[in-house]
């Protein structure tokens, strides 16, 4: 699955995260801080305002256990732990993503609040009952056997533990004529419609407490970031070259075509383990 996702054009040069800190002043090896970072480190849409909201709806405090699933160059992670004084286990499938993502952290003071693994999360091997919370951005669709990782993490969170997510649900199949672009750009793992979804978090052992759709946020959002990327092609190019932009360009391209085209939609929740 590690290879397989690297089809994606976001997963495939890690180290650029590197080169833009070097380009905004920051040498290779610099102290830097978790509000610097998290201007550059966040994968997902809406950057630590959707932080904000995961850490409003669970309660995350001070001496919290997190477990983030897909945690790429861990800035979801650095910034609940920043924010909250919580401490959080970030789980990254992507050996790259890891090593950049711990090296981003150990330029940050930390005082060890953030444990990065670099695992398959089907395959991790998880206490009971561990964590008080599970949080993941646009991670779970790519995962097969939904089942499994839900189980698996109802069982890592202790009776009343939250899981937060938001997460791309299938609305409508592509044609045969785009089935193998859209596995390729997207590489959906257990992308299942709206009912299915909450259907599975239900026998998984989890009481969802509310839900937000987010399409047409999200393909207004991915809509404005394909315009401004291009708007900066320039700027991009001097730092990562012609055919550093083309990748990332091709990837925005596609995701907001996707969620325009009514192929897939996004939703964002906050359920509860039943005790």
Known sequence: MADDIKTMQLYQRPERILADLQAQGFDMGATLTVEAL??????????????????AECGIGAGDRVLEVGSGWGGCARYI????GAEVTAVELQADYDQVARELSSRVTMNGAVDHLNADFLELDLPEGEFDHAVSWLAFFHIPHREIYLGKLGRALAPGGYLFAEDLYLIQKPGEDEAEDFRQHLRPGSLVDRDAYFAGLEVAGFDVINRTDMTQDWSEFTA???????????????????????????????????LARGLVGGIRFAAVRRG
């Open 38 to 55: 998290s201007q550059l480190d966040q994968l997902h849409y809406h950057g630590t305002d959707a932080l904000d909201v995961a850490i």
């Open 81 to 84: 732990a920043h924010r909250t």
């Open 224 to 258: 404005s970031r394909l315009r401004a990327f291009r708007d900066a092609r320039e700027e991009y190019e001097a730092v990562h070259g012609p055919e550093g932009y083309t990748a990332i360009e091709l990837f925005y391209a596609k995701m907001a075509g996707y």
